[in-house]
């Protein structure tokens, strides 16, 4: 059996008849593309998906759509939200992660009964911007089964995306470094300079830190 991450958070908060929606996003740290969040709420009494772990756990792409697909199927409630680009470079990353996890939590709570009673815990630290009460939990990914299937529906979803924009765009490397700075992501940018799909500031401080000490 796969490790999955425990439903001690759920069981708390389903104690006190409260549901559980968990919110996490991928793409903070790119150079390319958007930030991504997710939200995720299982029905009280679910017995979790088996495999539903850290999403940086879960190596294998095919592992990670199959466990998507199943976190739709079988979730309560659940949630998609991305901040583009231009919403990053002009709000700023924090901002913007904030955005797409409100957006993400709007579209999870839609799918939920109105009068519910719930709880919106999200991974990391506590996110001021969020706009609704929440807890924070460090490493929620590993440690919440919601925080976790949150998680891997972002990853899903924006790397689905970033090799859309890779066949668009080729020669950065999307389709494998999903926007992150790897070597050939960065060997490109020197030679092919920047995309519409780039974040300037991130790009920009990136190169001229290279030039100081190349």
Known sequence: MPPTAPLDHELAAWATDHLLI???EVGRGPLAGPVVAGACCFVIGHAGIS???DSK????????????????????GWGLGAASVAEIERLNIRVATALA????????????????????LVDGMPVPELGTPHRALVKGDANCHAIAA?????????DR???????????????????YGSAGHMSALRTQGMTPHHRKLFCRGILEQGEMFG
């Not at 409100?102 to 009068?115: G, H, I, P, T, Y």
């Open 51 to 53: 495999g539903v772990r």
């Open 150 to 158: 949150a998680a891997l529906l972002a990853k899903v979803a924006r």
């Open 101 to 120: 996890m409100r957006r993400a939590l709007a579209q999870c709570r839609r799918m939920l009964d109105v009068n519910a009673h719930v709880l919106v």
């Open 161 to 179: 995306l970033m090799r859309s924009l890779g066949a668009r765009r080729p020669g950065y490397g999307w389709e494998s470094n999903m926007g």
């Open 22 to 24: 968990g919110v996490d």
């Open 57 to 76: 756990a879960v190596k294998k792409a095919t592992e990670r759509e199959s466990l998507a697909a199943s976190i739709r199927a079988e979730a309560l």
